[in-house]
């Protein structure tokens, strides 16, 4: 079966998640969880996650089965990113039976950020460098800055907050 696809969308891009489970030895809590970085994912498809590293203190579990996808409606936000000194995988991740399971995955730096003010567990990995000339060709493709608009003086019409005419 073909899938229906735009000829300006880019293919979905498969990625694996590494997240990080530490134990603290602290009083405010017991363990913390982030995301250590993606991977692309050759994985059989619907794999289950799987520890990769343990040691007395750390665990890292893979999560594979994600694709990234990019969209024309995020492109301002892609190219944000990958003109950024670090550009970023942003990782919206959830506790689910006492383990951290990454949910969604984006390279828009304004999507990343709406998740992260919207209150959900947010990381921003290191972007893998194979991904910036698929990432830049779509930007190239879609995205069209907004023209300047021209600027706009005071003038003695203006009346701020400041005014005490």
Not at 14 to 35: C, D, S
Not at 52 to 70: C, H, N
Not at 106 to 125: I, K, L
């Amino acid at each position: 079966m073909v899938e229906n696809v735009s000829p300006n969308a880019a293919p979905p891009y498969p990625l694996a998640v590494i997240m990080e489970r530490a134990f603290l030895a602290n009083r405010w809590g017991t363990e913390k969880w982030e995301t250590k970085g993606v991977v692309r994912d050759n994985l059989p498809a619907g794999s289950a996650e799987q520890v990769i590293f343990r040691d007395e203190r750390t665990t890292q579990f893979l999560f594979p089965g994600f694709e990234l996808k990019l969209r024309r409606d995020e492109a301002e936000g892609y190219y944000l990113n990958i003109t950024s000194p670090q550009p970023k995988v942003f990782v919206l991740w959830r506790m689910h039976d006492e383990i951290a399971r990454p949910e969604f995955l984006t390279v828009s730096y304004n999507e990343g950020t709406r998740w992260a003010d919207s209150g959900e567990n947010v990381d921003g990995v290191a972007l893998p460098v194979e991904l910036l000339p698929w990432i830049g060709e779509f930007v190239e493709r879609h995205y069209r800055p907004e023209p300047k608009k021209k600027g706009r003086y005071a003038s003695n019409k203006d009346k701020g907050v400041g005014f005490r005419g």
